[in-house]
């Protein structure tokens, strides 16, 4: 009869039993860049093009300078880091913006080429300013001109 009552208790003397759990991690959803984002942001030139998955969207657009990912439905643009390591069509493994840390990857021994795009299993890593993970994935890189 009291079954509601002596779980609620149990449950608050799990609380106050001093062991701090750690904080839930903040995740984000990333979605796929879509053609008319590309238009919009007049996003032009080399890029590599980072996957979730088996997916064919895109959800980050790294360039020479910048990376843009779509989180709650806006752009966000990220400047490259000048001191990451450089990946292919000038893109680079690091771009950073306010309160936010993009790392990619891509791994060289998956390297294919067909017609004209230079494939890879790459990965995504956006964290905040004090390495929280944010969003990750694993997935298809697609660079091209």
Known sequence: MNRPLV?????????????KQPPASPTLDAQPITY??????????????????K???AVVMAMN????????GQ????????QCNKLDKGTGS????????????????????HAGTIGYHGSVRLSDGKGRVLYGADGDVQCNE
Not at 8 to 19: K, P, R, T
Not at 75 to 82: A, C, G, N, V, W
Not at 94 to 113: H, I, K, M, N, Q
């Open 55 to 57: 997916s064919m969207g």
């Open 7 to 19: 779980l609620a208790s149990v449950a608050v003397l799990a609380a106050c039993n001093g062991e």
């Open 36 to 53: 008319m984002d590309i238009e919009a942001a007049k996003l032009t030139g080399p890029s590599c093009n980072y996957a979730a998955g």
């Open 75 to 82: 752009l966000i643009h990220l400047t490259l880091d000048p």
């Open 94 to 113: 690091r771009y950073v913006a306010p309160g936010y840390v993009l790392d990619l990857a891509v791994d060289s021994r998956t390297r294919s080429e």
């Open 65 to 72: 300078r910048e990376a843009v990912m779509k989180l709650d």
